[in-house]
């Protein structure tokens, strides 16, 4: 199975124009398919629970990975726009969870507000062109993380995989 890797390069790009017919836009103009992996097949689809982070013995990916688990069919998530989503951050190599919205209760939810800066890059990025519904695995590399610095239980140099629903799109 193939991973979809972003920013786009020229790949995707490529990818993106064959596959305009197909609708879905990802908040640039170009509708890109988002094809699931094994990881995101390793996902629940139950919106109602919270999901686990899958260990994974594969080389950590170099570029941010984002494939959908569930896909929404509400207002989609583009730059300027504040949403609300539930989440589970955990490890690439292990699984072990380091955050979650969920611990906080199951209605917990983390405003952002895309293209202001307020959540580590590859966050931003991976949430950008979701659906309200949706259900989406995003995989950082430590560059669009936090870097080689530690930030709490986070380790510098760590590969972060987010589980994040997309609960509520506004502005």
């Known amino acids: 199975m193939t991973r979809r890797t972003v920013p786009g390069t020229l790949l ?15 908040g640039s103009g170009s509708s890109i398919e988002q094809p699931t992996s094994v990881v995101a097949e ?7 629970e919270a999901p686990e982070v899958p260990a994974s013995d594969a080389p950590a ?20 726009s504040t949403v609300a989503v539930k989440y589970v ?8 969870e ?19 800066g307020q959540v580590i890059p590859g966050f931003e990025q991976g949430i950008t062109g979701m659906q309200v519904g949706g259900r ?11 870097g080689e610095q530690d930030r709490g239980p986070i380790p510098g140099g760590s590969t972060l995989v987010f589980v994040v629903d997309l609960v509520e799109v506004t502005g």
């Open 136 to 146: 989406r695995v995003i995989t950082i590399p430590s560059e669009l993380g936090y």
């Open 61 to 80: 990916p170099t570029e941010l990975v984002v494939e959908d688990v569930v896909r929404g069919d509400g207002e989609e998530a583009v730059e300027g």
């Open 42 to 48: 390793e996902i629940s689809t139950d919106l109602s």
């Open 12 to 26: 995707a790009l490529t990818a993106a124009l064959a596959l305009t017919a197909c609708g879905g836009e990802d």
């Open 89 to 96: 951050g955990g490890f690439y190599e292990t699984g072990e």
């Open 98 to 116: 380091f955050d979650s919205s969920w611990s906080r209760g199951a209605d917990e939810t983390l405003p952002v507000t895309l293209g202001a």
